[in-house]
């Protein structure tokens, strides 16, 4: 089973930046497509971006221009670079993975949620 960690959460002001970070230690897995998903209080989970095992992209049109994800595959770790922050965008944020574990079905697995607070 893989194993995700966070880190990078925090309290920023408006307009500021934050780098979220995530790490799958260990190994004996193969990770394909992860992303970062966020939940705001009483709203549902929802996706904010994902890529490929190959570097394909994708945003949630709420955060287009202003997030960044990148992974590097060689250390299983991946990063997301917000920047332009708006109160908006606070809410508890996962990491997530699809993974292999030698067979041919694609696992998932999470992260434990790192908070991000953007002030106004």
């Known amino acids: 089973q893989v194993h995700l960690v966070e880190s990078g959460g925090g309290l920023v002001q408006f307009g500021g930046s934050l780098t979220l970070s995530c790490v799958a230690p260990?190994?004996?897995?193969?990770?394909?497509?992860m992303g970062w998903y966020r939940q705001a209080p009483g709203k549902e989970r929802e996706l904010v971006t994902s890529i490929t095992a190959d570097g394909i992209t994708d945003y949630a049109d709420s955060v287009k221009g202003r997030f960044t994800i990148s992974r590097d595959n060689a250390k299983n770790t991946m990063s997301l670079q917000m920047n332009n922050l708006k109160p908006e965008d606070t809410a508890v944020y996962y990491c997530?993975?699809?993974?292999?574990?030698?067979?041919?079905?694609?696992?998932?697995?999470w992260g434990q949620g790192t908070q991000v607070t953007v002030s106004s």
């Open positions: 260990g190994s004996g897995f193969h990770l394909t497509t």
């Open positions: 997530h993975t699809k993974y292999y574990n030698g067979d041919s079905y694609a696992y998932d697995s």
